[in-house]
């Protein structure tokens, strides 16, 4: 997000707090159901559905709430077009496991009758219902982009088709997809390089934490002086520490601090050191006019 976007966004957010904490002002929202159900009775087969998965931590799952569903344009889309369904994942973990929802938030396009279309996750409003409208129309979807790519093979749109797989828990699919990109170009390029770091990320997923350690470092090894190392040597050191493997994990992270100091993630790490090591968090340094 850039920094422009970001003070935007921040600002919209600071407004729609100050008109909540109004009892004399009501904002708009977007109207949902609490139920595909519900849903399903109230605007029977005329609409598709769209499931947005969330989690009460979830700070994207609060952007939706404070940015995307209070766009009146949005508002309008879900009021007339699709049939909105707000689910709380931790809380309907049936419906969660049912569609594979592994990242929040996620929203879950749908058929009357419970058939996936495709799914997104958080998009800033205009984006959204693009996307969403498209989708409809059977443009972008999985089952579209596998169509195009039987007939003329692209990198990109593999990559694509991957990460649609990889989203819907279709894991082998999405490793094979993976594969098909890597192999169809340099195997060092950029592409190659967010195929590898997804890769790392399934067996990471299914807490299989020696498999996942090995392929960040083969990326470390392969990508060396990228982004893709970088992010790497960061992910090497959060395993170890998902693992129990404290000592390895200081290692790992003091690692990133001496081969990245000018790192945007350089503070979180050395937070994770401090967490690690159970040093209490040093106080900021006073202003002579503080005393």
């Known amino acids: 997000m850039s920094k422009v976007l970001l003070v935007?966004?921040?600002?919209?957010?600071?407004?729609?707090?100050a008109m909540a904490t109004d009892d004399s002002t009501v904002v708009p929202s977007a109207p949902y159901y609490a139920s595909v159900e519900e849903a399903r009775a109230a605007v029977g087969d005329d609409r598709n559905i769209m499931i947005?998965?969330?989690?009460?931590?979830?700070?994207w799952c609060k952007m939706n709430d404070t940015?995307?569903?209070?766009?009146?344009?949005?508002?309008?889309?879900?009021?007339?077009?699709?049939?909105?369904?707000?689910?709380?994942?931790?809380?309907?973990?049936?419906?969660?496991?049912?569609?594979?929802i592994s990242a929040y938030p996620t929203s879950v396009l749908i058929t009357t009758s419970?058939?996936?279309?495709d799914r997104v996750h958080y998009e800033e409003p205009d984006t959204l219902l693009q996307t969403l409208r498209n989708y409809a129309n059977g443009i972008g979807t999985l089952e579209d982009l596998l169509s195009k790519i039987d007939k003329e093979f692209d990198r990109e749109m593999a990559l694509k088709i991957?990460?649609?797989?990889?989203?819907?828990?279709?894991?082998?699919?999405?490793?094979?997809?993976?594969?098909?990109?890597?192999?169809?170009?340099d195997p060092t390029d950029s592409l190659s390089g967010e195929c590898r770091m997804s890769l790392a990320r399934i067996p990471y997923g299914d807490k299989e934490y020696d498999t996942?350690?090995?392929?960040?470092?083969?990326?470390?090894?392969?990508?060396?002086?990228?982004?893709?190392?970088?992010?790497?040597?960061?992910?090497?050191g959060y395993i170890f520490k998902k693992k129990g493997d404290t000592s390895s994990a200081i290692a790992a992270f003091e690692d990133f601090v001496k081969q990245y100091p000018q790192s945007e993630d350089l503070e979180w790490v050395q937070g994770q050191i401090s967490k690690l090591k159970g040093e209490e968090p040093k106080p900021e340094p006073k202003s002579e006019d503080e005393g």
Not at 114 to 117: A, P, S, V
Request: proline letters at 1%.
């Open 8 to 17: 935007l966004t921040m600002v919209v957010l600071l407004v729609s707090s």
């Open 52 to 59: 947005d998965f969330y989690t009460d931590w979830c700070k």
């Open 67 to 100: 940015v995307v569903f209070v766009n009146p344009k949005v508002i309008d889309f879900f009021t007339n077009e699709v049939a909105l369904v707000k689910v709380n994942a931790e809380v309907d973990t049936a419906l969660a496991k049912k569609y594979h």
């Open 114 to 117: 419970g058939d996936e279309i």
């Open 162 to 185: 991957a990460e649609k797989y990889g989203s819907r828990g279709g894991d082998d699919a999405s490793v094979k997809w993976f594969q098909k990109v890597i192999k169809a170009g």
């Open 212 to 236: 996942a350690i090995a392929a960040y470092e083969a990326v470390i090894k392969d990508f060396e002086g990228t982004y893709f190392a970088e992010q790497s040597t960061i992910w090497r």
